[in-house]
């Protein structure tokens, strides 16, 4: 069975750091794209992040390009989310997600809370 295990997530004072890791099983991790996904109270999913398989390609939504960082260490089938000068709009559950395509079936992990306060 495929599994996606996220962790890191916590309570952060606003302009904080925080690193999100998403540790995968039962699939070939080194093939598959990765991505973080977060969901705000009351709004739509939206993607965060995205890595190719090999680590070569990322891309990032607007809102978080030069303060969050994405990466992975396939030796480890693991991904991580670096997430720097935390704003309050960062508040949301952080989800990680596995594809092979845009047409194949997409894992889920269960989420992670990141909540920014003062």
């Known amino acids: 069975q495929v599994q996606l295990v996220e962790s890191g997530g916590g309570l952060v004072q606003p302009g904080g750091s925080l690193r999100l890791s998403c540790a995968a099983s039962?699939?070939?991790?080194?093939?598959?794209?990765m991505s973080w996904y977060r969901q705000a109270a009351g709004k739509e999913r939206e993607l965060v992040a995205t890595?190719?398989?090999?680590?070569?390609?990322?891309t990032y939504a607007d809102s978080v390009k030069g303060r969050f960082t994405i990466s992975r260490d396939n030796a480890k089938n693991t991904v991580y989310l670096q997430m720097n000068s935390l704003k309050l709009e960062d508040t949301a559950v952080y989800y990680c997600?596995?594809?092979?395509?845009?047409?194949?079936?997409?894992?889920w992990g269960q989420g992670t809370q990141v909540t920014v306060s003062s």
């Open positions: 997600n596995a594809r092979l395509d845009v047409l194949g079936r997409r894992y």
């Open positions: 039962g699939l070939t991790f080194s093939v598959y794209v």
């Open positions: 890595i190719t398989s090999a680590g070569g390609t990322t």
